[in-house]
Nanobody, 115 residues
Framework: QVKLVESGGGLVQAGGSLRISCSASGFISNINAMGWYRQAPGKQRELVAGITSGGSTNYADSVKGRFTISRDNAKHTVYLQMNSLKPEDTAVYYC?????????WGRGTSVTVSS
C-alpha cells in the first residue's frame, strides 16, 4: 500500500502565498503521476495540478500563472506553491498518486484564504 501525507495548509490572506507538500511512503516504486486536487465547500473535487515523473505538468485554468507544482523524486515528495491566493482557492487540498494500476489519496490539508 501507498500512504500519502499532506502538510502545509493553513489560513492566509488574499494575495498571499502558501506552499503545501505531500510525502509518499510504502509501495512507491511504480508511482508515475502525482497531483493535487481540491474540494471546496459544497463543490466536487477538482484537479488543481498534476505532474509526471518526467516533469510534465498540467494545471486547472483557474490556477494557471499562480500555482506551481513540483516534484522531488528522490524524496518522494510533491509540492504545490500557491501565489496570489484568492478566497475562491479555499478548499481541502488532497494529494494523489497513480501507480499505473490504481490511485492513492491522502487525507487532505485545509487551505483557507480570507479577504
Amino acid at each position: 500500500q501507498v500512504k500519502l501525507v499532506e502538510s502545509g495548509g493553513g489560513l492566509v490572506q488574499a494575495g498571499g502565498s502558501l506552499r503545501i507538500s505531500c510525502s509518499a511512503s510504502g509501495f512507491i516504486s511504480n508511482i508515475n503521476a502525482m497531483g493535487w486536487y481540491r474540494q471546496a465547500p459544497g463543490k466536487q473535487r477538482e484537479l488543481v495540478a498534476g505532474i509526471t515523473s518526467g516533469g510534465s505538468t498540467n494545471y486547472a485554468d483557474s490556477v494557471k500563472g499562480r500555482f506551481t507544482i513540483s516534484r522531488d523524486n528522490a524524496k518522494h515528495t510533491v509540492y504545490l506553491q500557491m501565489n496570489s491566493l484568492k478566497p475562491e482557492d479555499t478548499a481541502v487540498y488532497y494529494c494523489s498518486a497513480n501507480s499505473g494500476l490504481r490511485d492513492y489519496w491522502g487525507r487532505g490539508t485545509s487551505v483557507t484564504v480570507s479577504s
